[in-house]
């Protein structure tokens, strides 16, 4: 059995309608939730009904080519799923002997990880837009010619833009020990970035479009997720003091007559660049999740060397000795 993907770029919409929610590690169950214009409806917990879990470490990259990135993630999703089944296989052998085994064992969330990046300037379209649907050859030559990349991704969503000035959030992260659904997982990260910018002294807000906005007309963040037998991939992507121009080149994520803004526009701060975001980020995304984030070199030395190789020559030579 092939195992599933689950790609989303999540919208909200008035009337409830049928949502993707994790059932195993090789399908997809469709059930039934109303979606909310809220950070969390009715559906998602206040609180994650689970076992305290180990911090969760994070390592800050920059000036990181997309694709470079998206090859990064998937070969910590990867990993991800062979260490699990590692465990799973043990406890397995362990319930066989006899003896009792640990219940967490098959998922302590132990190899989690939170990638914080900004990427060279790129221009990045979603699934729903690969092959036929993708945009024309001449217009991807024409984003081209200002500067940036144009590559097509296994994220939700439509087009949008990543570049110099803006924070990448990249969580690898098993959902199954969390026990959240997707649609909860998304509206998580919602919460985390409000939280961000709650600490600079924004409002922001969901609304009926995806992502976290000010407003209805002025976007902030963008989100788009993408799980893989429980292990989600992409994420979220907050403007700090991005160079906006990019975006007035395309209709961002689709939606037509939207603005997109910064937390340095929005106060009048250019000197708001996303290591100054990155402290309060992770505090916000700390407190929504119920971990203590740790940077990776302060828990995993090695790890966190073999990522930054990996960054810098696009071998994975050192991580797959890990």
Not at 29 to 45: I, L, M, N, Q, Y
Not at 134 to 162: F, M, Q
């Amino acid at each position: 059995m092939r195992p599933s993907l689950l790609i989303l770029g999540i919208a909200r919409h008035s009337q409830p309608r049928p949502i993707l929610t994790l059932h195993s590690f090789t399908s997809v169950r469709v059930s039934s939730e109303a979606s909310t214009t809220t950070s969390t409806g009715p559906t998602c917990p206040s609180q994650i009904p689970r076992p305290p879990l180990p911090p969760l470490p994070y390592i800050y990259l920059r000036d990181l080519p997309y694709s470079r990135g998206s090859d990064l993630q998937q070969f910590l999703v990867d990993r991800q799923i062979r260490l699990r089944k590692e465990r799973e296989e043990k406890l397995s052998t362990l319930n066989v002997d006899g003896t009792q085994g640990n219940s967490e064992l098959s998922e302590d969330g132990s190899h989690d990880l939170l990638l914080i990046v900004e990427h060279t300037p790129t221009y990045t379209n979603g699934r729903r837009n690969r092959g036929a649907q993708a945009i024309s050859d001449n217009e991807a030559d024409r984003l081209k010619k200002l500067g940036a990349t144009y590559v097509e991704s296994l994220r939700g969503g439509e087009i949008t833009y990543h570049g110099p000035g803006q924070l990448v959030a990249y969580p690898i992260l098993d959902l199954k020990p969390i026990k959240l659904s997707v649609r909860c997982y998304v509206s998580y990260l919602e919460k985390a970035i409000i939280a961000t910018c709650a600490a600079w002294g924004i409002k922001a807000i969901t609304t009926e479009n995806t992502g976290v906005w000010l407003n209805d007309q002025q976007k902030i963040a963008a989100i788009g997720v993408h799980v893989q037998r429980y292990i989600t991939s992409h994420g979220l992507a907050l403007n700090c003091n991005t160079d906006l121009e990019y975006f007035n080149q395309i209709v961002a994520c689709g939606l037509s007559g939207k603005e997109t803004t910064s937390l340095s526009k929005e106060l009048d701060d250019p000197s708001i660049d996303v290591a100054k975001v990155i402290p309060t980020f992770v505090s916000g995304f700390g407190k929504v999740f119920e971990r203590s984030l740790v940077p990776l070199a302060d828990k995993d030395k090695t790890l966190e060397q073999a990522v930054r190789d990996y960054c810098q020559t696009g071998d994975f030579a050192k991580l797959k000795e890990l």
